[in-house]
């Protein structure tokens, strides 16, 4: 049999492109800088943004790459901002290590969580994550005499970040912090997905039940991804509550996990930066949208994610992507 | 001593679904290098059996011995890992993955590669080479990089196979492996099968007896769960219990 070499393409080749930096990614980035330069009243919302970006990222390793649907994993969230907030009241304020210890300690809670995670599946994984997520919430509500309550943890204090940038009313250090832990995020999961263990997770995704006929150990890589995943959303509930200051119990409740999964669909499951547009859509809309109408914004948010699941099934950067491909 | 030992081995396996018994106290042995078919009527409980061999169901009673080592217990997974690899009747693929992704995928499972979150999958270079061969002796190397779910039906079951083979297997249970393929492009399917390295004991589940009679080194009849014949295709062919239970209602012979 020849093999006629011209017409085949190299998998190597084929393989490294798929994991290669795109033009659109290196211009995202130098995009997130501008609210330095141009919109400097909106820096505390990009802060926001950047953080729940963060988040939603978490989310997509597990969501979007593992296929674990999760409604609960607010509960890292918040167990991140409670842990970076009691670690300042305790006399600790430098963020970056309140930062580390805060996702660390998200992550063996996520650890833990994994053994009963990968155990079930569909409907009841859904109920299981949402109930974790439920008894937390309860948790930090009644141990108000460690968390506050629902008047929220008050008296944290950050010190500034490397001892040099103090966190600013204007919030150029809470930016630059939230965009910086984004980057690092960003990377990290990229390169989660580029591995042969990101290729496993999407396996999972594909079709669970073939896993184990071809020698897999799915359950472990379910509980390694979780554990990350948990790692991540803690590090972003510990930026929230150092570029704040306070810690409320709203960051472990259902509709943060909720809100997230929204966020998500809406930029596109399992492609990284579809978590971060889909932040920065539902985040911008809100603040647009609470101004004009603070009641019923959420119908315009409704309206959207109906909209956005019936005509792009794979999400607004998923459509913008195949569309760019079938021009190509 | 090890060389001595069967490739796999099942003894008195029995299973039952409330009162109905499925499978009845079977006992082969699958030499090295073997090639096998197991044919019997449908619902004889053939898929039944490779579901317990391979460990997606639990015998009630007997034991699987692979290598001379008992794997009754094991996990698939586990099985796998030993040598023991299945593909399956209906495909169970990787809809979203490309040939080459979902190949690579099992080779990397193989190697206890996959869990390396740190390094990057195109430094697995001697996998995805190894992946781009069996590709290409399945011929599938034109289709490597289109999603599994855009393929022909044909090249998914070659795809199935691939991911089998994938897995270095030193057994190989192939549930109909030409199963809704056309009679001309099923003899190319078998015409892989043939072509396996020759250590590598394959049994067989095919209801064309043309091609069980013409790949087949010998053929195991399944009955209502109960082996009623194991022999040379020949002894098969001639077998009057076996035209009235199986061959005489197909006609076929």
Not at chain 1, 141 to 148: A, H, I, K, Y
Not at chain 1, 193 to 212: A, D, K, Q, T, Y
Not at chain 2, 20 to 46: S, W
Request: with cysteine; proline share 4%; aromatic share 10%.
């Amino acid at each position: 049999m020849t093999v006629e070499a011209p017409t085949l393409a190299d998998p190597h080749d084929w393989l490294r492109r798929r994991s290669r930096w795109s033009v659109f990614e290196i211009a995202f980035w130098v995009a997130s800088l501008l609210p330095f330069f141009l919109f400097q009243t909106y820096l505390p919302l990009a802060s926001q943004i950047a953080i729940t970006a963060l988040f939603a990222v978490s989310v997509d390793l597990v969501l979007g790459y593992a296929g674990v649907v999760t409604l609960g994993h607010a509960m890292f969230f918040g167990l991140g901002a409670y842990s970076a907030g009691l670690i300042s009241k305790a006399g600790w304020g430098e963020p970056l290590t309140g930062l580390i210890i805060a996702g660390l300690f998200a992550g063996l809670v996520g650890y833990i969580a994994s053994f009963i995670i990968v155990r079930v599946q569909h409907l009841a994984l859904i109920m299981i994550t949402l109930g974790f997520c439920l008894l937390t919430y309860e948790l930090a509500n009644s141990m108000s005499w460690l968390t506050g309550g629902t008047d929220g943890l008050q008296g944290v204090e950050t010190w500034p970040i490397l001892g040099v940038f103090r966190f600013d009313l204007w919030g150029y250090a809470a930016y630059g912090y939230a965009l910086a832990a984004l980057f690092l995020g960003l990377v990290l999961s990229r390169r989660i997905v580029h591995s042969s263990f990101g290729l496993s997770l999407r396996g999972i995704r594909e079709n669970v039940r073939r896993m184990p006929a071809i020698g897999s150990d799915y359950r472990g890589h379910l509980q390694k991804i979780y554990t990350i995943s948990a790692v991540m959303a803690g590090c972003a509930g510990a930026l929230l509550t150092q570029t704040t200051d306070t810690v409320s119990l709203d960051t472990l409740s259902f509709q943060r996990s909720a809100d997230v999964v929204v966020m998500l669909v809406l930029g596109g499951t399992g492609r990284l930066y579809g978590a971060v547009v889909g932040t920065i859509i539902f985040m911008v809309a809100r603040d647009q949208l609470s101004d004009m109408n603070p009641q019923y914004w959420y119908f315009w948010i409704g309206l959207l994610l109906m909209v956005v699941v019936l005509l792009m099934p794979r999400g607004i950067l998923g459509s913008l992507a195949q569309l760019a491909r079938r021009r190509d | 001593m090890e060389t001595q030992q069967p490739a796999l081995r099942t003894e008195a396996l029995c299973k039952s679904f409330g009162s109905l018994k499925v499978t009845r106290d079977v006992t082969f042995e699958l030499p090295r290098g073997a090639r096998y078919a197991l044919i019997g009527p449908n619902g004889a409980g053939k898929t039944t059996l490779i579901n317990l061999i391979t460990g997606e169901m639990r015998p009630d009673s007997g034991r699987i011995l692979l290598d001379g080592r008992e794997v009754t217990q094991a996990p698939t997974m586990a099985r796998v890992r030993q040598g023991l690899t299945r593909t399956f009747q209906i495909n169970t693929l990787f809809p979203d993955l490309t040939p080459i992704e979902a190949v690579l995928l099992a080779i990397c499972e193989r190697d206890r590669a996959a869990g390396q979150f740190w390094r990057s999958l195109t430094s697995h270079r001697v996998a995805i080479d190894e992946s781009f061969e069996i590709l290409t002796r399945l011929r599938l190397a034109e289709v490597a990089t289109r999603p599994t779910r855009t393929l022909p039906y044909g090249q998914q079951r070659l795809l199935e196979m691939a991911l089998a083979l994938a897995t270095k297997p030193k057994v190989l249970l192939l549930d109909e492996p030409a199963a809704g393929v056309p009679k001309d492009e099923s003899a190319a399917l078998f015409s892989v099968i043939a072509a396996l390295p020759g250590d590598i004991a394959v049994l067989f589940i095919e209801h064309d007896m043309d091609i069980v009679f013409s790949f087949a080194s010998r053929i195991i009849v399944l009955v209502s769960g109960g082996v009623l014949l194991e022999a040379e295709p020949a002894v098969v062919r001639g077998d009057p219990r076996v035209r009235e239970v199986y061959l005489g209602k197909v006609g076929h012979v």
